[in-house]
């Protein structure tokens, strides 16, 4: 006898398979990719022809320089110093390049440069401040605290009252002597300390550097030699100052005064010979 059992459509495999729309997939995501690379490069053209419009205009053309904080270096040095920025684009002027040609200036200490919409940079200048007078090869000049060359003394700075610093040279060893690092560590070290004390660096006449181990110092209207060593310049100058007038009834005629050893003070009269030395 013949069983007939019913199909089961849940097993039955498909005949005919549905091909999957790869390629309709494929077109769309190209399209989009082209429409963002189209875009971009709109902007980019739109962009590099607003940007060489406006870097052409004659508006944005620098066409004013001021300057600010100069006092002994001139506007027009200044200005001299760069001239080569008029006629540049604000947005493009290398301001940086401008700044290292206004350091170039012995005067200027530091400066800052600053744009102006539309067309003007503002300058605005620091200036080294002279705080005594370099003896180099019988001449005199400017310096300030870190032994740095501002200017020849002439009568343009008549005005200036400073004391003269000897000893600033050093002979190397290929021969022409010239201002060391030493020398300009010690200068900035007794400028800084006397300039705490306005009423003794008033007093100061000459500095001598000649030997980096003991500052000399020579004093208005005193005609004695000032032994201060490597440190406490003021302090050591103040305690000579308080003393004056003891030493002076003591000694009327001081070759040099030794302050270097604390509360010992060493005291030579002029016309004593060797190397002996009174003692307070």
Do not use: C
């Not at 604000?90 to 301001?95: G, H, P, R």
């Not at 005067?107 to 940079?121: F, G, M």
């Not at 610093?165 to 190397?172: C, E, R, S, W």
Request: charged content about 25%; glycine content about 6%; cysteine-free.
């Amino acid at each position: 006898m013949t069983v007939r059992v019913p199909t089961d459509n849940r097993f039955r495999r498909r005949t005919q398979l549905r091909p999957i729309k790869r390629r309709r997939v494929f077109t769309a995501r190209w399209r989009r990719v082209f429409k963002v690379s189209a875009i971009f490069v709109i902007v980019l053209v739109v962009g590099y022809g607003v940007g060489a419009f406006v870097l052409q205009m004659p508006v944005l053309s620098i066409d004013q320089l001021i300057v600010r904080g100069n006092v002994h270096l001139s506007t027009d040095e200044a200005l001299s110093l760069v001239d080569g920025l008029h006629g540049e684009n604000i947005f493009i002027a290398d301001l940086e390049q401008w700044r290292n040609a206004l350091l170039a200036s012995p005067w200027v200490k530091d400066a800052t440069l600053r744009t102006v919409i539309p067309s003007t940079i503002e300058i605005t200048i620091s200036e080294r401040a002279p705080m005594a007078l370099g003896r180099i090869d019988g001449r005199l000049f400017l310096i300030d605290d870190e032994a740095r060359l501002i200017a020849e003394y002439g009568a343009e700075y008549a005005h200036f009252d400073l004391p003269v610093i000897d000893g600033l040279l050093h002979q190397t060893s290929n021969g022409p002597e010239v201002i060391d690092d030493q020398r300009s560590q010690l200068t900035m070290r007794v400028m800084n300390d006397l300039k705490t004390q306005p009423r003794i660096v008033s007093r100061v006449s000459q500095i001598d550097l000649s030997n980096p181990s003991n500052v000399v110092v020579i004093l208005d209207n005193d005609e004695a030699l000032i032994y201060l060593g490597v440190y406490q310049f003021a302090d050591r100058l103040q305690s000579y100052l308080q003393m004056f007038t003891a030493l002076r009834e003591k000694v009327p005629h001081i070759d040099y005064v030794d302050l270097r050893f604390g509360d010992r003070v060493y005291v030579r009269p002029v016309g004593l010979e060797g190397d002996s030395s009174g003692q307070q």
